[in-house]
């Protein structure tokens, strides 16, 4: 009976992750984490400085037209 290619494709897929993956251990996983966690804080912080900043530029040029 000839194998249907979505389950040769499965059972392709299934052989690589188990076989041919390397898997990061937990402390790689953990030094990931945090690296992206810091780095998504720093970059709220600036997006966040830039907003405060032109908010309040822009306050002042429209206060300057009153």
Do not use: C, Q
């Not at 499965?10 to 990061?24: A, D």
């Not at 690296?35 to 429209?62: E, G, K, N, P, Q």
């Amino acid at each position: 009976m000839k194998k249907y290619k979505l389950l040769t494709d499965i059972e392709e897929s299934y052989n690589e992750l188990v076989h041919k993956v390397s898997w990061p251990t937990r402390n790689e996983l953990v030094n990931s984490t945090i690296v992206v966690m810091v780095a998504s804080i720093i970059a709220a912080l600036v997006i966040w400085l830039v907003d405060f900043v032109l908010s309040h530029v822009m306050d002042f040029i429209y206060g300057l037209a009153v």
